[in-house]
């Protein structure tokens, strides 16, 4: 099972991708998703245990992410329901808040355990609105050093007014530079972007052997 590292580094890794889980949603799914979301928000926020639920909610999504058997096994209806509560209750009961363990019986009570994913997305979304923040989604061909994400911080927060929290997905076809994403907002300084403009001037400009020679 990944340690606490371990858990912290996928969830920042993978989180920003949360907006392709929506895109294999189908309405009612998204729905029932936003339906949970903010079920388990509102008693966070009226119980003020933002905190430990989204600390519990992460470590377990993060879990989810990394093992297979993990998804098979929650996922899986020839297992009663009561034997798979109990397990992950046993499994996490020292490490998560008991609301969060109770949140994912009743995910597995309805059969809608395929919708964690989703379900965090959004979560995440409501508690760092709750707190004033803004998680970045930020692509760029290899990791960013943690120099270099502290200077982008600095600068998105100061360009969105807002507390920022970055999450670095690495994807090597933007070739260099870095691609951010947030809410409506795309700012893209990568080196493709670059080189695509870069193209298009070329195919543009006149050619000189066009001209008539004069005489």
Known sequence: ?????????????????????FLTMGHKK??????????????????????????????FICIWRQSSLMRRFIQCHAIDRNTRKERINSLFKDRMHKGILCFL????????????PGIYSMFSDMA??????????????????????????????????????????????????????????????SLKRDLEKLKDRVLTMPCGGDKKDEG
């Open 1 to 21: 099972m990944p340690n606490n590292t371990d858990c912290q580094t996928s969830v920042k890794t993978e989180h920003g991708l949360g907006d392709d889980v």
């Open 30 to 59: 998204y729905k029932a998703s936003m339906a949970y979301a903010k079920a388990l928000f509102n008693f966070a926020v009226d119980f003020k245990l933002l905190g430990p639920i989204g600390k519990g909610f992460e470590e």
């Open 105 to 116: 019986g009743k995910l597995i009570d309805n059969s809608h355990t395929e919708l964690i």
């Open 128 to 189: 760092d609105e709750a707190r004033n923040k803004r998680r970045v989604r930020v692509v760029s061909a290899f990791p960013l050093n943690s120099s270099q994400k502290s200077r982008l911080q600095k600068t998105l927060e100061d360009y969105l007014k807002l507390a920022v929290t970055i999450s670095n997905e690495i994807d090597p076809r933007i070739l260099g530079g870095f691609v951010c994403y947030t809410d409506s907002i795309k700012i893209d300084m």
